[in-house]
Nanobody
Framework: QVQLVESGGGLVQPGGSLRLSCAAS????????MGWYRQAPGKQRELVAS???????NYVDSVKGRFTISRDNAKNTMYLQMNSLKPEDTAVYVC??????????????WGQGTQVTVSS
């Protein structure tokens, strides 16, 4: 059994910053690609940022220059540093990862989500 747990969401004023964390736990052998998705009310889920096991990153255009994705492979943890936040960044942020367990089975794992609200 493997799982992802997010933390770090909350309420922040426009222009502020938040740092999200996504920690993987369980019977983990390895983690391949990881990513942060978000879903705002009435909108489709979108991929915000992704990072490969080797550290190659990709971002949706709307967050480029403001968000930074990173990971600590030793801690099985991924981060999303969000700066210059805008009201349109308000959403539930969910992390995702491709995880191989110790039985060498691959799982596409989702976290439970953390709410980010940008409002004055």
């Amino acid at each position: 059994q493997v799982q992802l747990v997010e933390s770090g969401g909350g309420l922040v004023q426009p222009g502020g910053s938040l740092r999200l964390s996504c920690a993987a736990s369980g019977s983990i052998f390895g983690i391949n690609g990881m990513g942060w998705y978000r879903q705002a009310p009435g909108k489709q889920r979108e991929l915000v940022a992704s990072i490969t096991s080797g550290g190659i990153t990709n971002y949706v255009d709307s967050v480029k220059g403001r968000f930074t994705i990173s990971r600590d492979n030793a801690k099985n943890t991924m981060y999303l540093q969000m700066n210059s936040l805008k009201p349109e960044d308000t959403a539930v942020y969910v992390c995702n990862a491709a995880i191989m367990d110790k039985n060498r089975n691959w799982f596409n794992v989702w976290g439970q989500g953390t709410q980010v609200t940008v409002s004055s």
